[in-house]
């Protein structure tokens, strides 16, 4: 691996207090035009100010425009996932329910901050109506007919993912997500269709990672359709109490998701999560993730064998002040150059990060 742009900042809010963003994901919109999109203008991680916003890049990433919003419902939109189908763009996100997000202002409160960010957002949940939340609780999502130019109502799904959908080679829009559910309650991970009516269906069921470790929790998860026209999914796997573990199941269905394999770690138990999958021009996978344990950072494993077996892990960044980053996502350039883009939290803000390497 070799880094051939270095780490720096693409979207923030400088000099304001809405400069949080965070969950982005990367894609390209047509030959010329890259898109983020992320949840931003944030006072913090658990935020009813946040709002998915999209960047657009002209120039391979070199340069970016101000993140412009596309989703802004009174509730806390978060994760943003992307998946292009020539014009049609869907951008994808969710949000959590005023219980949940008055538990984090209190234990802000109880923590000891006495800043008037935790105020303000209290103030905010006042004036939210229980018909608003009816509305636009859950998972959601925005459909562009126009290559991300202008975007339609805001939809309601029974998943959620944060890097979103997939395009298959058949046409179809894949989406592998977590069934919503409030705040504490399981749910399962599902493979939903998008409908000829840009609604998703529910096709099917992934099975729950367990290992020698016993059950742990399993979220976030990103899938891509491979070579031979099988689904790889890798998904987020954690437990915080005995046995710790932060890390990355992968499964895979050869019969068009209708049943998968049994899911195996595929990095060590505390290496970092969640992923993202992206499938090279030389036809190597590609997947990066965060680490949050000590040398914070982006890493990245890479398969040449279909996602058989999988190189060591390369180390991306390491540099992160803390732990509260992540959520990487990396898309091809037309050198074949990759860029991959984060979320880190600093100081004051937590901006879009982006750095460009090569595959040697």
Not at 11 to 38: H, M
Not at 156 to 162: R, V, W
Not at 165 to 173: E, V
Request: aromatic share 8%; glycine share 8%; with cysteine.
């Amino acid at each position: 691996m070799t880094i051939l742009e270095g780490k720096r900042t693409i979207i923030e809010n400088k000099n304001s207090v809405f400069n949080y963003f965070g969950w982005p994901t990367i894609e390209r919109l047509n030959d010329s035009t890259l898109a983020v999109v992320c949840s931003g203008f944030r006072l913090r991680h658990v935020c009813p100010f946040g709002k998915v916003v999209m960047s657009i890049s002209h120039d391979e990433g070199k340069t970016w425009t101000a993140p412009a919003p596309i989703i802004d419902t009174p509730l806390d939109d978060r994760d943003a996932g992307i998946c292009v189908d020539g014009k049609r763009v869907i951008v994808t996100s969710f949000n959590n329910d005023i219980a949940f997000q008055r538990t984090n202002i209190q234990k802000g409160i109880d923590g000891g901050d006495t800043s008037n960010k935790l105020k303000l957002m209290s103030a905010y949940l006042d004036n939210v109506t229980d018909e608003e939340c009816e509305k636009f609780l859950g998972s959601t999502y925005v459909i562009s007919h126009d290559g991300g130019t202008t975007f339609g109502e805001v939809k309601k799904c029974a998943l959620s993912s944060p890097h979103g959908p997939t395009k298959l080679k058949d046409g179809r829009i894949l989406y592998v997500g977590k069934v919503f559910a409030p705040s504490g309650v399981a749910s399962p991970i599902a493979c939903a269709i998008l409908d000829e009516n840009e609604n998703f269906n529910i096709i099917s069921y992934v099975p729950e990672g367990i290992d020698e470790f016993g059950e742990c929790l399993n979220c976030e998860p990103h899938a891509i359709e491979l070579e031979d026209g099988s689904i790889l999914v890798a998904i987020r796997a954690q437990r915080y109490r005995s046995n710790p573990m932060f890390t990355i199941f992968l499964t895979k269905s050869s019969d068009g998701c209708k049943s998968f394999s049994k899911p195996y770690m595929v990095i060590g138990r505390e290496s970092g999560s969640p992923p993202h999958l992206v499938i090279h021009s030389s036809g190597t996978i590609v997947m990066t993730y965060a680490r949050r344990k000590d040398n914070y950072g982006i890493r990245a494993i890479l398969s040449k064998d279909n996602g058989n077996t999988w190189s060591d892990e390369i180390v991306i960044t390491d540099d992160a002040p803390g732990g509260d980053l992540g959520y990487p996502a990396t898309v091809e350039r037309k050198d074949h150059s990759l860029v991959t883009i984060w979320y880190e939290r600093e100081e004051i803000g937590s901006p879009i990060k982006q750095i460009v390497w090569s595959i040697d």
